[in-house]
């Protein structure tokens, strides 16, 4: 099993930092914002009401409501609370899933790019995973046509995200209607739609492919609170699935690490029950941000961008370097290109070999503008030469 590479490329980051060098981190996916006032108000008051016991395996009853309410006012979805599972993070409800879910030699499909831990989670869990390439000038998405061909008798689950990490791209409801056509043809195909940036989007309503009510037993909605309530350390994701499905993972995470933080429950009840419109300054923000950085890129010759309709990533095609020596460095890939950047210019981004795309590379704008702004300047600057 591979290191994740985000994490990866943020220790090296750190390790320069604490050597004295001056390094501007744009490899994690962490909103720099901080949790929204009335979800602390709710985690002291848990403290204050002496939360401290073992919670259920699935979730708090209160919590699994929340959940629920939520998939119904944002999302249109109607779930029971036999449906709903609670965990560590979204990234735990994924692996629950595979584990579940996928036997030896099962085929998983990746819409290329995809989130860095897809393939290893599938790996572990004894999976194949079956990368779909796409490219930057269709905006990373895959047609219906490009998912036809890669289905095979052995495949078992496709896993993506909309909007996307690493791409920033986000699925048009007439798009996700057309791969849907396709997937109601194989209803042992299960759908892993991976939806932790849903409220981070700049081109309206989010569309989930389990609304369809032909897909919706086919479908797993996996979501949390990490990205749009900056909740990343509270670790605390959740799915909406089937109930065979949903009972599975529970047996699955009983046996693993059992139910989720109980301070971290009780204020995420609150960041649910709040509306979206609670958090829509940071979704302003990162839109402010996304233009400042697409045209300091603009200005940086040999790199090629899209405009991501949503998170808080660009991920653009640096292969135009490929071949040329820099500062007496000969770039080769998009990891020798990453490395050059955080040992030249101290800026920090991710390889896109990470994310099943080789010739792109991620840099996170979930930071100030001035922090952009300066490893914009840092990158033009090595790049000149």
């Known amino acids: 099993m591979a290191i994740s590479a985000t994490l990866a490329m943020a220790a090296k980051a750190r390790e320069l930092k604490e050597e004295g060098k001056d390094i501007i981190g744009l490899s994690l996916g962490e909103p720099d914002f901080t949790i929204p006032e009335f979800v602390k108000e709710?985690?002291?008051?848990?403290?204050?009401?002496?939360?401290?016991?073992?919670?259920?395996?699935?979730?708090?009853?209160?919590?699994?409501?929340?959940?629920?309410?939520?998939?119904?006012?944002?999302?249109?979805?109607t779930y029971a609370p036999s449906q709903i599972v609670v965990s560590t993070?979204?990234?735990?409800?994924?692996?629950?899933?595979?584990?579940?879910?996928?036997?030896?030699?099962?085929?998983?499909?990746?819409?290329?790019?995809?989130?860095?831990?897809?393939?290893?989670?599938?790996?572990?869990?004894?999976?194949?995973?079956?990368?779909?390439?796409?490219s930057i000038e269709h905006d990373f998405k895959v047609t219906a046509q490009e998912l036809e061909a890669a289905i095979t008798p052995k495949t078992k689950m496709i896993i993506y995200s909309s909007p996307c990490n690493p791409s920033g791209s986000v699925y048009s409801k007439q798009e996700l209607r057309a791969l849907a056509d396709v997937l109601v043809k194989h209803p042992n195909i299960i759908v892993i739609s991976d939806e932790i940036y849903e409220h981070i989007n700049f081109v309206g309503k989010h569309?989930?492919?389990?609304?369809?009510?032909?897909?919706?037993?086919?479908?797993?909605?996996?979501?949390?609170?990490?990205?749009?309530?900056?909740?990343t350390g509270w670790r605390i994701g959740y799915i909406g699935a089937p109930e065979w499905i949903a009972?599975?993972?529970?047996?699955?995470?009983?046996?693993?690490?059992?139910?989720?933080?109980?301070?971290?429950?009780?204020?995420?009840?609150?960041?649910?029950?709040?509306?979206?419109?609670?958090?829509?300054?940071m979704v302003?923000?990162?839109?402010?941000?996304?233009?400042?950085?697409?045209?300091?890129?603009?200005?940086?010759?040999?790199?090629?961008?899209?405009?991501?309709?949503?998170?808080?990533?660009?991920?653009?095609?640096?292969?135009?370097?490929?071949?040329?020596?820099?500062?007496?460095?000969?770039?080769?890939?998009?990891?020798?290109?990453?490395?050059?950047?955080?040992?030249?210019?101290?800026?920090?981004?991710v390889t896109g070999e990470a994310f099943g795309d080789p010739n792109c590379i991620r840099i996170s704008y979930a930071a100030s503008e001035d922090t952009i702004k300066e490893a914009m300047k840092r990158i033009k600057k090595v790049l000149s030469n």
């Open 42 to 77: 709710a985690g002291v008051q848990a403290i204050n009401d002496d939360y401290h016991s073992y919670t259920p395996v699935d979730g708090y009853g209160a919590l699994k409501q929340a959940i629920i309410t939520k998939f119904k006012r944002d999302n249109s979805l």
């Open 89 to 134: 993070g979204a990234k735990q409800s994924l692996a629950n899933l595979a584990m579940v879910l996928l036997n030896e030699g099962d085929e998983v499909l990746l819409p290329a790019p995809y989130w860095v831990s897809y393939s290893d989670i599938s790996k572990l869990a004894g999976g194949v995973p079956i990368e779909i390439k796409t």
């Open 207 to 231: 569309a989930s492919i389990a609304e369809f009510e032909d897909m919706y037993d086919q479908t797993v909605v996996v979501n949390g609170v990490s990205k749009a309530y900056s909740m």
């Open 247 to 281: 009972r599975a993972c529970n047996k699955m995470q009983g046996q693993i690490t059992s139910g989720a933080n109980c301070i971290a429950q009780r204020a995420t009840i609150t960041a649910l029950e709040n509306p979206p419109s609670k958090i829509q300054f």
């Open 284 to 349: 302003d923000a990162f839109k402010e941000r996304r233009t400042l950085i697409l045209n300091l890129l603009g200005d940086i010759p040999g790199i090629k961008t899209n405009k991501p309709e949503g998170a808080f990533y660009v991920f653009p095609d640096i292969s135009y370097y490929f071949g040329k020596t820099l500062k007496g460095n000969t770039i080769k890939s998009a990891s020798d290109f990453s490395l050059f950047l955080l040992e030249e210019a101290g800026v920090a981004t």
